[in-house]
Structures are given as C-alpha cells and as structure tokens.
C-alpha cells in the first residue's frame, strides 16, 4: 500500500475535477459528483479515481456476488487511498441470452470502452466471471489501456447428486441421455439439472467460465492465486479487498494493460489453456484481445505452443473433479508451478502485482495430484488444439482428446491408415433446424454420420452460436450410441465434450466451404494431414458455387434488433476473434 496516495504524477481524472485552465467545465463535473456525498477534497485531492466495473446484476446470475464483493473491493481502495466510482456494465448471461449471448460480447466491449474513455477514471477494476464478461471486460481495458485488474467472482461450489459431483452444463448432456433413454422424467431432469448449482458464482465445471477467468491469472491481468477461489469463500473476499489494494498502487505506478498483455503473455495462456483442459472459445476471445491491445497472435499459435501441452487439471467435462477441488489443489498457480519447471512458460512476463510470472509461480506444489496432476502423469498426454484445413473451411479447431476408441473403429477408412475417417454428412441449418429434425429417422442418420451444423457463425447467427455441440438422434442413444462427431461454424459451450470441429472460418454465411456441402456427402478426416475434405470432385465444387451465388449466397435469417445488424456489418470471423472489425484500430486512446 502507498504510504502517499497522492500520485507523483498528475492523474488523468484531474482534466475533469481539477483544471485550472478550464473553470467552467470543472465546476459543471465538480458540482454533480459531489451531489451524492463526495467532497472537493476528495475529487480535487489528487489521489487516483477507481472504477469498478459492475458486471453483476440480476440479470447476470454467475456474476451477480460481484455485488457483494464490491464492497470488499471498495474497503481495498479507500484503504489505498483511492476513491470509487461504481458503475454497471452491460450484462451478459451465458445461458439465459437470446438469442446467443454471443450477441453481447462485442456490445459490452463497446460500452465499457466508452465508459473507460469519457469519464473520470484513472484506474479499473473489472468484475469478470460468466464466460463473455471476461474477454468483453478485458478486450475493452485494452483499447483504452488505463490500469485495471481483474477480479473474478469465483466458481459456484461443487454440485451434488446421489453422491456423484453434478457439474455445470456437463451435466446437461447427460441428463438429456437419462431423459432419452426413459431413466428419468422431465422433473427428473430439472432436479439433477439444478443440483449442479449449488451456490453464487459461475460454471463450477472447466467451461468456458472457468477456462477465462484462468486463462485471465494466467495472462497476469488478475492477482496469483485468484482464479480458482469459489465465489462463496471467505478467500474470495479477501482477494476482492486486496484487488482494491492494488489497483491504487497500480494507478501510482502507471502499470496498464499494455505493459501486461505482451505477446509471451499470451502463450503463456495457451500452454495453461492446454494443460487445464480450456474451453474452445478460449481461442477466440484471447485472439479478439491481442488484436485490440495490438499483439500478433494467430490460430496457429494455438496449435504451435498448446498442441503438444498434456491435460494436467482433472476437471469435468474432461476429468471428475469440479471448481472446489481444482482450489484445493493449487489452482492456476499448481499449474504454472509444473509448466515452469518443463520451461514452457515465459518466465519474466510482468503481472498486474507487480511481480513477473516467475516470481509468482516458480516451484509451486500440487496440493492434490489426483485433481491436478504432476506433469510426469498427465490425463492425457498431448491436450492442445489441433488447427484442422480442407476444402470446407480455411480454419476450424479441434480438441485431440476427443478422437475416442468408438470413433476410431466406426469411422476408419482403410486399416492401414490409423489417421484417416471417413462419415457422411448430415447438415443442419442453425440450431433451429436441428432441433427439429434430430430425432426425424427420415433424415437418415446412422453411426457412421457426421453432423454439420452450418448457419451459426458471427453472422449467419449473429453472435455466432453456442451449438456444435450436437447430440445424436434419441433412437441411437438407446442402441448405446451416444455421440456422433459434429463440426460447424459455430461455437461449443467449454462444458461439453463431444467430439467436435468447432468455429469453422469462414462461415456459411459469409460464403465458406459449409456452405456448399449437402447431406449424403461423404467427408474424410485426416489427422496426420490436419485436414478435413467432403469428397466430391473439384467440377461439383465449383457447380455449387455457381449455384449457390445465383441464388444470392447462403441464407440466414433476419436480424430481430438494431444491434445484430450493425454487429452483422462488421463483424470478423471467429478465427481472427470475431471482433469489430473496425475496432481494432482504436488502441492505448485513454488521454492523460
Ligand atoms: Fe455463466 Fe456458465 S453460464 S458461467
Ligand atoms: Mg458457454
């Protein structure tokens, strides 16, 4: 804590409160933030102006304890020497968001970034939690590039049923089999639905709550040790008290997101990415923040520096355990105390305490090596993303993990290449479309598909949609076939873990190979040659295309708000983050 909160240099909130060459519009701020209790000695002290960044409310569930912990970090600032200014975020709410909460992402980045930029800030503390609040928080702290920190709510405590930990979302998938093959009912469901809920705070499962708000520690824009605490902890306040500690001091040392947020920061993420099992929209968003805090990061990236990383974190959907114990165990730190010592982890990468990762992490134990395992012993040995190719998409991501022995054998080609599958495609046109016609035995699928979903990408749903995640048709679920492998141009929720090529750019709607594929194509997966093909001569290709550009391009549906249509003008493919496109060029633009 600084001895004197009074900064040594002039602070930014100073050209509002306190500029002598600028009267009339000093007293006009002056006059109305005093109007709720503050003193001109407070505003005109020099002493840092803090934001909190509310992302909870009622409307944003996972995050709604943010409420209760900003008064923790509230104590932390004024005990620095600071003075709050609290204020609500655009809310995001995962599961509850329609269309897609993929939707706001970029919405609330946008309004945080005008919030950041035109009021009297000179520091933030962002409240993430809920999968989208994250990078939405984090993408706009890098465009204006004030110092900030980020405070995670914490994961819910584990859930329970029978005995048996219920996770978030993983138990969905499921209770959706049970239901399908007749072993509960529809209270059945919501009731072992809704145990995996047991308290405040996000998806206690590795979803994509959990893999962001790691991922976020990993980067070093949270505290050490503060990603895994679950939100009702007493920890979890603690760490809100001490996040208000430091962003004054942060504010006194002009450490801001850029000075963060490097390029090795990044890799750093996504060899944490690889070894706690990190949901795939971990890709997109981390991409989406490189490019606004402008550093170089491509897909392939992703599969360079993670690809080869072991699954250390043994938490559902991959593993058993749940948010609780991943704490227990050692959390991110564990986790960087094994990557150190493989020496795959930039070491001298500053964090928001000031500290580098090195001194944060080097030689930290596992505290239970059933939950994360020692390097030595991993839950599986290469757990990175694989960037797949071929003539339907230029990119698409794939978790190797998920090529199971019942794949193997009901889709292998030719016995005498291990690596190349073959299926036959069975298309769907946006979620709406599948879940109308899954269970349809006329559609044809057999337990050599391959489900397409098409249609849910950042346009063609705008947002891009959270539902490659495809169940196979009920009458197989009950011949004991309970996943078929899907790929798409949308997303997966980081909660299931069917096998899936997930975010397939460029997507249907913007002309992609998807676009043109038809139910009975046969499609072929190579894994040696990371790419996947439909099987129909290149003359057919170009027939369709043909086709398909007389008949105007790839329908999607209309947009229902004014905010679909201007994100649907701008908005990038989830490759390159699916960001606004012409956001990016915005960068560092807070004044001092
Ligand atoms: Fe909000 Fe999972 S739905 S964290
Ligand atoms: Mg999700």
Redesign the pocket.
Known sequence: MSADPVSPRALRSRAWFDNPDNIDMTALYLERYLNFGLTLEELQSGRPIIGIAQTGSDLS???RHHLVLAERVREGIRSAGGIVLEFPVHPI???GKRPTAGLDRNLSYLGLVELLYGYPLDGVVLTI???KTTPACLMAAATVNIPAIALSVGPMLNGWHKGQRTG??TIVWKARELLAAGEIDNAGFIKLVASSAPSTG??NTM???TTMNSLTEALGMSLPGSAAIPAPYRDRQENAYRTGLRIVDMVHEDLKPSDVLTREAFLNAIAVNSAIGGSTNAPIHLNALARHVGVELSIDDWQDKGEHVPLLVNLQPAGEYLGEDYYRAGGVPAVFGQLIEQGLIHEDVKCVSGQTIGEQYRGVQIEDEDVIRPFSRPLVERAGFVVMRGNLFNSAIMKTSVISEAFRERYLSNPDDPDAFEGVAVVFDGPEDYHHRIDDPSVGITANSILFMRGAGPVGYPGAAEVVNMRAPDYLIKQGIHQLPCIGDGRQSG?SGSPSILNASPEAAVGGGLALLKTGDKVRFDLRKSRVDVLVPPSEIVERRKALEAAGGYPYPESQTPWQEIQRAVVGQLETGAVLENAVKYQRIAQT
């Open positions: 569930p996972c995050n709410q995962e599961t939690g809920c999968d978030s979302g996000y998806c979803g994509t709550a909660t």
